[in-house]
């Protein structure tokens, strides 16, 4: 079996099914933590703790006013990464067919010269991303080995992803095959790891915002 | 002087039909071309071989379809009949030849009797191993042994074709017939592969043409392919590549896109990891080639190409199940079985985490000092 073969056939099948016993393993895992009564009077209705948790899934997605020349570049920064790998996997031709035969669905893709251009904005971004974390002293300071990886891995779909589109750097079959690979491995560390936030971000920024609205605050 | 036809060199034979110098230069630089090389090997190639005595060439047929055979019977350049008749001296193939029976068997064991060390051995099909030989048998012996005969005084063998280089149709899975390759049978010779399914008959004659010519066997690539034809991929040097760039691909084999040339890598075209000379050389002559007719590459001159995945999925799409690919069913049916593991997981670890919980709290309340 050559690599690609196995990268696109045994390789996902595995990825997959770990992706998504990992993925409901964390998500039932945490829904079923016991949470601590609270037993003080609500300072707010069950209406109004239910809106602050969704208030805050907003507000807490955008820079507080005070904080924005300290944190504005850094959001940014983020924002603007999130938006290319969006484009990139959900808007690539080869991508949508690929989603399309796992799913049924396709949609409307971008010109590959688009996407090629985005590819690269992406890859440029996420070496700054790292020279920010590595420079910036609390942020280092925070930072562990699941951070790195986690951007190594997602770092190592994207150059794989430019080689096997560009034919550079071998032949097409060993390049698609460790484009697809290295999907596999991002598949597989995924749920164990802070790329989890994609699941978690927003429940658990509206539970914080309704918790916080049920003591009179607002996000 | 000598009289026997395979006693004569090739120009000597050329002389005796009548064909001039200036002629055969011509056709040698026709079947240089055609094999990519540079303009003057052409000439040079003409005077190697009008010195050489034409070499015997014995062809094996196995556990083929005769596709190849037939294939062969359409090169241009050389053309079969000038190949067989000028410059090599056929003596053995079951399907052309006239002779049948004993005769037949008689003649392959004359050939390589006289010829013993310098003849060149062609295969065609794969060597079917199973049943002690039993599915592939030709006047009472088996394939393996008829091979293992032949390939004894073999100067060097040519597979032509999947199913001798890599095992093709007969190989995949099951392989009922436990088929193998040329080269997982004979290890002690050269051994050059000629894979498609069928192969390019310019390729077939270029590469026969080349080791006589030569008397060398050409560069090969890691499949022993010659990589004068098979060192790019029909991606590389398909007419259709701009749009691959463009990413202007054909959903389907009749809509615009299609119908404007548009790239078949979605409809499951595998031509950027197939390697052989098909958009250069193309087919009929150089009239076209499957896919200037239309039709996504299918692979077939590579390993394994029947197992791996349909033909109509692209070569970025998931790749298992029955039909070769991944269905959205399949997709779905992994997917609950895997979320019903995850959910009995995560329902264990929030028990054991709660357990946990509890206990502390317990411990925590034991701990605190008592009031009164």
Redesign the interface.
């Known amino acids: 079996m050559d690599l690609l073969s196995f990268a696109r056939g045994a390789g996902l099948k595995f990825a997959l099914a770990v992706f998504c016993v990992g993925v409901v393993w964390r998500i039932v895992a945490f829904a079923l933590l016991r949470i601590r009564r609270d037993l003080n009077e609500p300072r707010a209705s069950m209406l109004k703790s239910v809106g602050g948790g969704l208030l805050a899934v907003g507000s807490r997605s955008w820079p507080h006013p005070e904080f924005i020349g300290r944190t504005g570049a850094g959001e940014a920064l983020g924002y603007s990464y999130h938006l290319g790998l969006f484009a990139v996997v959900l808007l690539f031709g080869p991508h949508i067919t690929f989603f399309g035969s796992l799913f049924g669905v396709t949609w409307p893709a971008l010109p590959s010269s688009v996407i090629t251009v985005i590819s690269v904005l992406t890859f440029t971004l996420f070496l700054a991303v790292l020279f920010r974390r590595v420079t910036h002293p609390v942020l280092r300071m925070l930072s562990n080995f699941d951070d790195y990886f986690s951007w190594f891995i997602t770092m190592l779909v994207i150059v794989t992803g430019l080689a096997a589109t560009a034919h550079v750097g071998g032949p097409y079959e060993t390049l698609l095959g460790l484009h697809i690979l290295s999907f596999d491995a991002l598949l597989v560390w995924f749920p164990f790891g802070k790329l989890m936030h994609a699941f978690y971000i927003f429940p658990s920024r509206a539970i914080n915002g309704s918790l916080l609205a049920r003591k009179g605050a607002i996000s | 002087m000598p009289h026997r036809d395979e006693d004569l060199t090739v120009g000597e034979m050329l002389r005796r039909h009548g064909i001039s110098r200036r002629g055969f230069i011509k056709f040698c630089t026709a079947a240089a071309s055609a094999m990519a090389l540079p303009p003057l090997m052409g000439p040079a190639m003409a005077e190697q071989l009008r010195n050489v005595r034409r070499p015997s060439v014995v062809y094996l047929s196995f556990q083929e379809c005769t596709g190849c055979l037939e294939s062969l019977t359409r090169s241009f350049a050389p053309t079969i009949e000038s190949l067989i008749f000028n410059v090599i001296s056929l003596d053995y193939n079951d399907t052309l030849m006239a002779a049948a029976g004993e005769a037949a068997e008689a003649a392959r064991t004359q050939a390589i009797h006289d010829n013993f060390g310098k003849y060149v051995l062609v295969v065609d099909g794969s060597v079917p191993t199973g049943a002690g030989g039993g599915y592939c048998m030709a006047g009472g012996k088996s394939a393996v042994d008829i091979l293992g005969e032949a390939a004894k005084g073999a100067a060097a063998i040519v597979c032509v074709g999947t199913c001798a280089a890599f095992g093709g149709i007969p190989f995949a899975d099951p392989n009922p017939t436990q088929a193998w390759p040329v080269t997982a049978i004979v290890g002690d010779k050269p051994i050059i592969n000629v894979s498609g399914c069928p192969p390019i008959p310019e390729v077939i004659t270029g590469t026969l043409l080349q080791f006589v010519s030569t008397g060398k066997v050409p560069d090969l690539d890691e499949h022993r392919r010659p990589k004068v034809f098979f060192g790019n991929?029909i991606?590389?040097r398909c007419y259709r590549r701009p749009f691959?760039?463009?990413?202007k691909?054909a959903k389907s084999f009749d809509d615009e896109g299609a119908r404007n040339g548009w790239c078949l890598?979605?409809l499951g075209c595998k031509g950027?990891?197939t390697y052989n000379a098909c958009a250069t050389l193309k087919w009929n002559g150089g009239t076209s080639f499957p896919i200037e007719s239309g039709h996504g590459c299918i692979g077939c001159a590579e390993p394994?190409f029947w197992d791996?995945?349909s033909f109509y999925?692209?070569?970025?799409?998931?790749?298992?199940g029955k039909s070769g690919?991944?269905?959205?069913t399949e997709?779905l049916r992994?997917?609950g079985?895997?979320?019903a593991?995850?959910?009995a997981?995560?329902?264990a670890?929030?028990?054991v985490?709660?357990i946990r919980?509890h206990r502390q709290e317990q411990q925590a309340a034991d701990n605190e000092p008592k009031g009164g």
Do not use: C, M
């Not at chain 2, 999925?313 to 298992?320: E, G, H």
């Open positions: 991929t991606h590389d691959f760039d463009e990413g691909f890598y979605e950027p990891t394994g791996k995945g999925s692209a070569l970025s799409n998931p790749a298992w690919e991944a269905s959205p997709v992994l997917a079985v895997a979320a593991t995850g959910v997981i995560g329902a670890s929030a028990a985490s709660r919980q």
